[in-house]
């Protein structure tokens, strides 16, 4: 249904929700454990979101970016991209927008990047992303991930 929409989204010039369908695929792709996929689609909409300039997008594909970069085992990255979207989350007021699964899988990836980390290195890292300026931070964010990503597991 997500492809679909992204056809038709691309047919008609939209492009804010075809970056929300593609948010949504990276999601999916993270749950399947596609990293690969989960990136390229999360890079897709964090694109397009930057363009449109929707802070509250940016936030979500930001933290999206973040998810995969911890799943496949790169602490340091989902830390300094977990610092980069408190920083747009804090314009908000409500970070992951209050959702309760996106909220515990932040903490989860969180959790994992200190164990991975250390607490030092860790907050070394969420500070770097937090204090960049943001569109230093976004162009951290695409820059490409290199191929065949693992699930972290092996």
Known sequence: MLEDARTLCDRCGEQSMRSYGDFLRGQAELGAGHLDLA????????????R???SFGIGLTVDLLALAAGAAGRAHRAA???????????????AQASV????AARKDCEAGARDLLGDNAFEVAYRTGFD???????AYALEPEGEGL???LG
Do not use: E, F
């Not at 309760?100 to 909220?103: E, R």
């Open 100 to 103: 309760p699964a996106l909220v």
């Open 52 to 54: 449109l300039h929707d």
């Open 132 to 138: 960049s300026d943001i569109d230093a931070g976004i």
């Open 150 to 152: 693992h699930n972290g």
């Open 80 to 94: 300094r991209l977990l610092g980069l979207a408190q920083r747009i989350w804090s314009t908000h007021g409500q």
């Open 39 to 50: 990136v390229t689609y999360g890079q897709a909409a964090l694109r397009t979101k930057r």
